[in-house]
């Protein structure tokens, strides 16, 4: 499966964006998807994950209520809205995709798509 991601941006400290992480492949309803980012001289740091159906969703702590992860398995897309934008968050963002079940750890996933740049200004 190839994944891209798309959507980041620019906004303002309190603004909202929605990534969203396109598929192609006509398994990809099979796979678990997660988000991961990574910010300049910072690790990869797991975001959130969503089971293949949709059924059950995984957020890091410091995300939370702000960040939601969705999917639409007829469009081959996740998605990920992001509310409440902190210069915290500013990062490339990740998605990925295991056929396994889903992970916090990176070295979970084997397909990666290329990274979206959300910038935050505070």
């Known amino acids: 499966v190839q994944l891209q991601a798309s959507g980041g941006g620019l906004v303002q400290t309190g603004g909202s964006l929605r990534l969203s992480c396109a598929a192609s492949?006509?398994?990809?309803?099979?796979?678990?998807v997660a988000w991961f980012r990574q910010s300049l001289g910072k690790e990869r740091e797991f975001v959130a994950a969503i089971t293949w159906s949709g059924g059950r969703t995984y957020y890091a702590d410091s995300m939370k209520g702000r960040f939601t992860i969705s999917r639409d398995n007829g469009k081959n897309t996740v998605y990920l809205q992001m509310n409440s934008l902190k210069p915290d968050d500013t990062a490339n963002y990740y998605c990925?995709?295991?056929?396994?079940?889903?992970?916090?750890?990176?070295?979970?996933?084997?397909?990666w798509g290329q990274g979206t740049l959300v910038t935050v200004s505070s």
């Open positions: 492949g006509r398994t990809f309803s099979t796979y678990d």
């Open positions: 990925a995709a295991t056929r396994g079940a889903a992970s916090y750890q990176a070295d979970h996933y084997s397909y």
